[in-house]
């Protein structure tokens, strides 16, 4: 601008941008993007393991809980509360507290719920700006240094590490409209209308719920709960789906146990990913919603118990599925599929859209260390906590990008995989890419660390030492099973799992 002329609205509104950031510039160590379960547990991990990194929290959101802050109100977790969350921080109903430690004993009853969690991770947040090492800033957003605040405020920021960034774009129904056409008049909702004041008091004459994944599972289970008839359900499942149960497998610590030495035979007695999911369902540790059918051609993790399991197979038992394959658009004529049409039941009909899936959020990482930066990609089975905790003890206790990155096993299926996301055949690869990661923390001396975080599924802080023990140099000898499916992954012993470098570095 001349000299002696006037400044412009536009010059004013720099001026008074800089004045905003500068006069509040800080400067952080580590900046991390988000506050929902992989950034609260890097942040929890690396504010334990650096007493002097500072921290900046930033997340766009209200509340901490990330994709939990816009889940269905009954909602509740997979697995046992144990071992979910961050590691400084108990979850578990059961939780008991000594001088040593927490010990939170596996319940495959103690799911916990939306309420708890969001509690939970609010919790976890205030605790870290105690420690007067984190700022938080909620219903914000970082771009360009700049961390943007929604009441229009303004800080500068020198991130002086690291920027941390979650490798995640999880959306959940209620975070977008339905993938298909609803014409007006329909009465269509994610799941969460389910406990809408107005629906949660009534019961209509019928349902349709749209997905098979664990939303839909859970929509079916509560209506069926709440005394609907599973004749007045109509269950369109595009693609039948294996489900974990629960039963056998957190039943118990030795339950978790003997699940472990169950599936590593079942691993190394089978050729492909078909034979494994029969040998498992054998096993009663899976199970599907039609025996009689095909085998399911999708897995995604979602987990029920049998009960559950028995319930939901009411609705197939009064011809209420549907398999039509997806849904296209939905109008008063009806449901109009990828292969036919069915009519709406009736006039009362309320469409629960439960068609997201969630975990497609994930993002392919393959380097998640860079110079200025850290991506938190999923690196330890289903585990998103326990995976983003070992990459805060790798940011602090390997010295190069390089070697981090060369002891990180993502799981993330890229364009162009033999193996998809959502196929059966990638449960022997994340398995594969979890023992990798554990064999990869032995080796940087991480055992005893392993041995006491809570969000490891095999830590002392769940099942008791002696059982441990005896599971690795008894006579199940866990760990030489471990190294043998490894060795046979490598070899190529799967006929439908390609490992890549990626996989085997």
């Given at each position: 601008m001349a000299a002696g002329e006037e400044p412009n609205d536009e010059e004013l509104q720099r001026r008074a941008d800089n004045f905003d950031t500068e006069k509040a510039a800080l400067a952080v160590d580590y900046l991390v993007v988000g506050a929902g379960l992989a950034s609260l547990a890097f942040l929890d991990e690396l504010l334990s393991l650096d007493s002097k990194a500072t921290f900046a929290l930033v997340d766009k959101n209200e509340a901490p809980g990330g994709h939990w802050n816009f889940a269905y109100p009954f909602v509740r977790l997979h697995q046992p509360a144990a071992y979910y969350g961050v590691s400084s921080e108990p979850l578990a109903a059961g939780a008991k507290r000594s001088c040593m430690m927490t010990f939170e004993p596996y319940d495959n009853k103690d799911l916990a719920d939306k309420e708890k969690l969001l509690a939970y991770f609010a919790r976890a947040v205030h605790r870290f700006e105690a420690t007067g090492r984190v700022q938080y800033f909620a219903r914000a957003t970082f771009s360009d240094g700049i961390i943007a605040c929604a009441d229009g405020s303004k800080r500068s920021v020198n991130v002086v590490r690291k920027l941390v960034l979650p490798a995640s774009n999880v959306v959940v129904p209620a975070m977008r409209p339905p993938a298909y056409a609803v014409a007006e008049g329909v009465d269509c909702g994610p799941a969460n209308i389910l406990s809408s004041d107005e629906e949660s008091g009534r019961l209509r004459t019928s349902y349709v719920v749209v997905g098979a994944g664990k939303t839909g599972v859970d929509s079916v289970l509560l209506l069926l709960r709440r005394g609907v008839p599973a004749s007045a359900i109509t269950w369109v499942v595009s693609q039948d789906c294996w489900y974990f149960l629960r039963d056998y497998i957190f039943h118990s610590g030795s339950a978790f146990l003997g699940m472990s030495v169950k599936m590593l035979d079942a691993?190394?007695?089978?050729?492909?990913?078909?034979?494994?999911?029969?040998?498992?369902?054998?096993?009663?540790?899976?199970?599907?919603?039609?025996p009689s059918r095909p085998p399911p051609t999708t897995f995604r993790g979602a987990t029920v118990d049998i009960e559950?399991?028995?319930?939901?197979?009411?609705?197939?038992?009064?011809?209420?599925?549907?398999?039509?394959?997806?849904?296209?658009?939905?109008?008063?004529?009806?449901?109009?599929?990828?292969?036919?049409?069915?009519?709406?039941?009736?006039?009362?009909?309320?469409?629960v859209d439960c068609s997201a899936n969630g975990t497609d959020g994930y993002a392919p990482i393959r380097t998640p260390f860079e110079a200025d930066r850290i991506h938190l990609t999923p690196c330890y089975s289903f585990n998103i906590g326990f995976g983003a905790a070992i990459l805060a003890w790798l940011e602090k206790n390997v010295e190069t990008d390089e070697r981090k990155n060369a002891n990180v096993f993502t799981i993330i299926p890229e364009p162009g995989d033999v193996v998809k996301w959502g196929s059966p055949a990638l449960l022997p690869l994340i398995l594969y890419g979890q023992f990798k990661m554990d064999k990869s923390l032995e080796r940087l001396g991480a055992s005893s660390w392993m041995l006491t975080h809570r969000t490891h599924q095999a830590?002392?802080?769940?099942?008791?030492?002696?059982?441990?023990?005896?599971?690795?140099?008894?006579?199940?000898?866990?760990?030489?099973?471990?190294?043998?499916?490894?060795?046979?992954?490598?070899?190529?012993?799967?006929t439908d799992v390609q490992l890549h470098r990626r996989h085997v570095a």
């Open positions: 691993l190394n007695e089978c050729s492909d990913s078909s034979s494994f999911f029969h040998k498992m369902e054998a096993m009663r540790l899976v199970g599907r919603l039609d559950e399991l028995e319930l939901l197979r009411t609705v197939e038992a009064a011809g209420g599925v549907v398999r039509l394959g997806r849904v296209t658009a939905i109008d008063a004529t009806g449901i109009t599929l990828q292969q036919g049409h069915v009519a709406l039941p009736s006039a009362d009909t309320l469409v830590s002392m802080k769940h099942i008791s030492l002696c059982k441990l023990l005896w599971a690795v140099i008894g006579p199940t000898r866990l760990m030489a099973r471990r190294d043998q499916f490894l060795a046979k992954m490598e070899a190529g012993g799967f």
